[in-house]
Structures are given as C-alpha cells and as structure tokens.
C-alpha cells in the first residue's frame, strides 16, 4: 500500500527555470509535509516543511504548496541553479514517534 | 558535534552471514531510526526507538533486530543475510520536542551493503 505518491522520477530543468515536484497521499491522519533533498553518497537533509493548517510556505526559492482538500502538496523551486541537481524525497508524518513515510523520489537534473 | 554517524560505509556479505551496522548520534536525541533505501523507491522505516530500552518496528522489520542500550547508540542487527537485503541503509535522528517550529531528522551518511 503506497500512501505517499510522487511524481515525476526524473525532471530536466534550464538554469533560471522552475522546477516543480507532486506528492499525493492518502491518509488524512498525516500532521506534517517534509521535503528532504539528498545528494549522491550522502544522507538526505531536510529542505522545509509544512503543516497542514498552512496552505503555502516560502523559504528563499522553495515553497510548498499545500492541498488538503485534494491531499496534495508541491514542491516548487524557483530560479532552478545547477547545484539544485539532487533527489528529492517528500515524506509525510504519523504516529508517537513522528515516524515518516517517504515517496518515491524526485531526481532533480538543473542544465547549467 | 558529529551529528549521526554509521559504520561501515562499504559492506559485502555472503548469504547467510550476519553483521551489525553501527549508528552513534551525540545530539542527545532521544528519537532514533532505521531505514533502507532501495532505488527508486524511496526509504522505508525498518525499526524506531523513542529512548534507551524502547524500540519498535517500522514498515519493513524483517530479517532484522535492533536494541538500544543507551541513548547515543541505536544498532542494526542482520541475521542471515539475503540479496533482498542489499541496500544502503540509514540511520536518523530527531530530538523529542521540536525545535523552532521544525520537526527534523537528522540522517547519517549511510551503509552500502551488498549480500551476494
């Protein structure tokens, strides 16, 4: 049972260019949106994140857009650089332990 | 501070075989996390614990063990290595109560096992 849905895999963006990443998820339980960016060999980092009385958040050239009627969040980020070039996971949060359940994953290509 | 560290990096097992993959974090978490991390699917929660002595299983926990003694340490056991076991494997850290308005994990570098 898949309760994280992301979409695209893969995405190619022009330098200067807006890159946007789609989470859909299923259970309304959820009580916060993570966004973790990892780059090759590395851990993933938390990028920013949202809660879901917020309907959108802005930090620098990332925002997350947030959907709760329609259970989707977004991850756009604007001015895409080259060093933007990485995976990025979105995740939700449930539970005592605030465990997170991750998508899929997003690998993010900014053409210089 | 080191934040989360693992070890090893690299790791090849036979199948069959059993190790410990070693996960120390000295941020005085208590809330600590194992995952695995398969290509293109994501990673997916294999135990958790909330302080020393307590621990939990996530969505994918067998095949493994885990105990935590202390609340600096949180090892990963496998016994009987199989090849659906190869992964890169994440250990991740977070405090109790949340820190200025975030919730974060903190994860480590990360194992590459590989069971032949």
């Known amino acids: 049972q898949q309760q994280v849905k992301q979409s695209p895999q893969s995405l190619i963006v022009q330098k200067g260019g807006i890159s946007i990443i789609n989470c859909a998820y299923e259970?309304?339980?959820?009580?916060?949106f993570p966004w973790y960016q990892q780059f090759p060999g590395k851990g993933p980092a938390l990028l920013i994140a949202?809660?879901?009385?917020?309907s959108e958040k802005k930090e620098g050239r990332f925002t997350i857009s947030f959907n709760k009627s329609a259970k989707q969040f977004s991850l756009h980020i604007m001015d895409s650089q080259p060093g933007d070039s990485a995976t990025y996971f979105c995740?939700?949060?449930?539970?005592?332990?605030?465990?997170?359940?991750f998508g899929s994953g997003t690998q993010l290509t900014v053409l210089p | 501070n080191a934040g989360v560290t693992q070890t090893p990096k690299f790791r090849i097992l036979k199948i069959g075989q059993s190790m410990t993959l070693q996960c120390a974090q000295d941020?005085?978490?208590?809330?600590m996390y194992w995952y695995r991390q398969d290509p293109g699917m994501g990673l997916k929660l294999i135990y958790y614990?909330?302080?020393?002595?307590?621990?939990d299983k996530g969505e994918v926990p067998n095949g493994y063990n885990v105990s935590r003694s202390t609340t600096e340490d949180f090892p990963l056991r496998l016994e009987l290595a199989a090849p659906s076991q190869t992964s890169v494997y994440f250990c991740?850290?977070?405090?109790?109560?949340?820190?200025?308005?975030?919730?974060?994990?903190?994860f480590g570098p990360g194992t590459r096992l590989t069971v032949l």
């Open positions: 991740a850290s977070s405090h109790e109560r949340w820190q200025g308005g975030t919730d974060t994990q903190y």
């Open positions: 259970n309304t339980a959820f009580d916060y």
């Open positions: 949202i809660r879901p009385d917020v």
């Open positions: 995740a939700v949060r449930s539970g005592s332990a605030r465990q997170l359940t």
């Open positions: 941020m005085n978490h208590n809330y």
């Open positions: 614990s909330v302080g020393a002595g307590i621990t």
